[in-house]
């Protein structure tokens, strides 16, 4: 706890929206958040949000009220500005000011830039990065009040060339940015804006990956914690940056080592 005059202790996660929250990740997410509310001895109120209605949704708002929060499940397009918006509002007249925002929603796909479309480079950006801004700045004034945080999901590919993958390695890049550039003019405020960059996570869209079992010992050859990651590693670190009152934008890499494995991948290295 803090002593120091002028400062203010801030609770955990009491009040949050978690976009994308029936993928691999972001259901993750909202479990450990309820999980964290738990340990901490507080209630959790929070908004569980999808692109679209259904089974999976469903599920998600029963076993998080069976881990003891209250739970409200939203659904919104978040590549629509209008959409941020209302979610957010939405959000908060079920769970009042947010004091935690996860933007989790995105996509990956093969974008070779020498031929891919405008529309789909501006539909990459709009999810993966323009998002967290709008959703953001929709919660900006609960987010102050409560001195809150916010966490966005980057990736490893923001961080380092994706080829293949340009417009959501590019798009990645400007989030990590954007969270920094928040975390400078919201301080003020109180508010606190972080990212987290997962390496290889299986997921349930991945998944078919790792059913061949050549590819997953050969990308599991790459990590040097043995393994590939998990979404609740993602979720570890999203829970560890919502509730740490003094680290704000910052990118916390989650890829059990691979980007700084490249180097010692070099042929005909020293000791090699």
């Not at 706890?1 to 909202?30: E, K």
Request: net charge positive.
């Amino acid at each position: 706890m803090s002593t120091n005059p002028g400062t203010t202790d801030q609770p955990g996660p009491t009040a949050a929206l978690v976009t994308g929250a029936t993928g691999g990740i972001g259901r993750a997410i909202c479990l450990a958040l309820a999980a964290l509310a738990r340990q901490q001895g507080r209630p959790l109120r929070i908004a569980a949000a999808a692109s679209r209605p259904g089974v999976a949704l469903d599920a998600l708002l029963a076993e998080l009220t069976a881990a003891g929060a209250q739970a409200v499940g939203l659904v919104a397009d978040v590549t629509a500005p209008d959409a941020c918006r209302r979610l957010v509002a939405e959000a908060e007249a079920a769970c009042g000011d947010l004091n935690t925002l996860v933007s989790n929603a995105g996509a990956s796909g093969p974008d070779r830039l020498a031929d891919m479309s405008v529309e789909r480079w501006d539909r990459t950006f709009a999810l993966n990065c323009r998002a967290t801004w709008l959703l953001a700045q929709a919660a900006r004034a609960g987010l102050a009040r409560k001195r809150g945080s916010v966490v966005a999901i980057a990736s490893m590919s923001g961080l380092h060339p994706h080829p293949g993958y340009g417009a959501y390695s590019s798009a990645k890049a400007a989030l990590i940015m954007l969270c920094r550039q928040l975390a400078q003019e919201w301080a003020a405020d109180g508010i606190r804006v972080n990212a987290v960059c997962p390496g290889m996570t299986r997921t349930p869209l991945t998944e078919p990956v790792y059913q061949d079992a050549t590819t997953k010992a050969a990308r599991e050859a790459l990590v040097p914690l043995g393994r590939i990651g998990t979404p609740a590693d993602v979720a570890q670190a999203v829970c560890y940056l919502a509730d740490a009152p003094y680290v704000t934008g910052q990118s916390l890499v989650v890829d059990g080592g691979v980007a700084d494995h490249m180097l010692t991948m070099i042929p005909g290295r020293p000791g090699k």
